[in-house]
């Protein structure tokens, strides 16, 4: 990719971007119906272009298979998490992206550390991994509801005041860990407003086939607003690193917010540059000797090889001339 079409990218996203170590209030730093000054009519083509770039990008990740890269989604209900993924990685190759979706915990998974379920889900080398909800649940929706603790079964002395800087801490060396060892680390909050919510909710309720997307338990929720934008805001604040920083992408307008997260993800392997890895000069040998065995097997009339008919570059990178269909008899 062109350098200019790198920086204009990430001059794109930077508004979005946590600044490590600043603090944070969401109602005073970030706006929920930001847009950029762009249309939506407009904003339909930049995600087809988003998306092709990370289809791209994605072949050479897995080609490369050095590095891996981990996307955190973080909302409030309704916020657009799902349909984000959905249209995000459209068009890229879904055996190269694995989406994991973090509920409440099992039996099974309380016996552990808070942080031993997602390491089991965390992206091999090469490929994408997307955490609907993650870690971050551990302070969030524990720091709201902190009965969430008791569940969690901690000793006495690994649950006193200074659990949530703690955890923070602890986020941040893993994470910081994952980087060092080739995982790379982007975090996305979509940040939805208390009207929008209300009005997304409203229409769950209106249209008959979106009632199943509704819960009671959606609406307390809500009732602690307050309560979760101080959490968002302490945790954007503590966790925001060079190495694996946020995002707060503006999620009123859907079409906007995907076009962010898409921007976001590329800009995170446009930084990684995987290349195609080259086989050396013995592999390649080898391969001329197939290449010739399989232009013998041509048929009469036909090209030897037709993609080196249409791409006459692709046949000068091997070394050899194009050569020319059989002549029948």
Known sequence: MSDERAERIAGFIEPLRVKPGSKVRLERDFDPRYKAGLKKRDGIELLRTGVSLLAEYQERLAAQDTYGVLLCLQALDSAGKDGTIRHVMSGVNPQGVRVSSFKVPSAEELDHDYLWRYVRR????????????????????????????????????????????????????????????????????????????????????????????????????????????????????????????????????????????????????????????????????????TKRDLEREAPAGASADPYAERHPSAARATGRKHRPKKKRG
């Open 122 to 289: 965390l992206p091999t080398r090469g490929e994408i991994a997307i955490f609907n909800r993650s870690h971050y649940e551990e302070v969030l929706v524990v720091r709201v509801h902190p009965e969430n603790l008791l569940r969690q079964k901690l000793p006495g002395n690994a649950s006193g005041r200074d659990l949530w800087d703690r955890r923070y801490r602890e986020i941040n060396r893993w994470e910081r860990y994952l980087t060092d060892n080739g995982f790379k680390v982007v975090k996305i909050f979509l940040n939805l407003s208390e009207e929008e919510q209300r009005i997304r909710f409203l229409k769950r309720i209106d249209l008959p086939e979106k009632n199943w997307k509704f819960s009671a338990a959606d609406v307390r929720e809500r009732r602690r607003w307050d309560d979760y934008q101080h959490a968002f805001s302490e945790m954007l604040s503590a966790t925001s690193t060079k190495w694996a920083p946020w995002y707060v992408v503006p999620a009123d307008r859907k079409w906007f917010g995907r076009i962010c997260a898409a921007a976001i993800l590329a800009h995170t392997l446009i930084d990684i540059d995987p290349q195609y890895p080259d086989v050396g000069e013995e592999a390649r040998k080898d391969l001329l000797v």
